[in-house]
């Protein structure tokens, strides 16, 4: 399985970071052993400057390639919260040398996953996610503002990679995000419930 992540997805966001809003999807990827369902995130030696990204995750549901948006919304069934790691520090210097950002971003356990929940129990058009950092709310996103919506990223992103069952989509971070340090603790909540809890250790 394979891991597409959507940078600038927030318009807020973007413009936090610095950078110009897209005018089509910024896709990289993370590998299968970037996935980390243990609760648990350690603090990596090549970084001192590790930030937390919530994002929804949507799961594909089958096999697909070359898709308009129009039928998207029928490959995939369940999304869930992930947090998409980054290592500021390292991805600061790779931009600053146009080079590729994976050592930033794409890292052992660098993709936390919650439990996957139905899409039809949820208006996907407006989505409330929230993220604690130990006793603070600190990323309050809502779908309805991002810029390239659900169907729109499994269509641009099917027309160069075909997306197989089980492949994910960290469909991008809305403003806030910020670093972490040993002992805190990230907990994310989709509407009122929470899906997700990280320790950083
Ligand atoms: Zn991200």
Request: overall charge negative; some cysteine; glycine content about 6%.
């Amino acid at each position: 399985m394979k891991i597409l992540c959507i940078g600038r997805n927030y318009a807020k966001h973007a413009k936090e970071m610095g950078s110009a809003v897209p005018k089509e999807p910024m896709i990289f990827m993370k590998p299968e052993s970037a996935l980390n369902f243990s609760g648990q995130m350690t603090y990596p030696t090549f970084t001192t400057n590790l930030h937390y990204e919530l994002e929804v995750v949507i799961e594909i549901n089958q096999t697909v390639s070359k898709i308009s948006k129009e039928v998207a919304h029928q490959y995939y069934d369940r999304i869930g919260l992930g947090i998409d790691f980054t290592a500021r520090d390292i991805q600061a210097k790779c931009k600053e040398k146009g080079h590729p950002w994976e050592k930033a971003k794409a890292f052992d356990d660098s993709a936390p996953l919650s439990e996957l929940v139905a899409k039809n129990d949820y208006d996907l058009s407006k989505l409330n996610f929230k993220l604690w950092h130990n006793d603070k709310i600190v990323q309050d996103g809502n779908t309805e503002d991002l810029i390239f919506d659900f169907d729109h990223l499994i269509s641009y992103a099917s027309q160069y990679f075909t997306l197989q069952k089980g492949d994910l989509i960290y469909t991008g971070t809305p403003e806030g995000v910020g670093p972490v340090q040993k002992g805190d603790v990230l907990k994310g909540y989709l509407e009122d419930k929470k899906l997700l809890e990280v320790s950083i250790i």
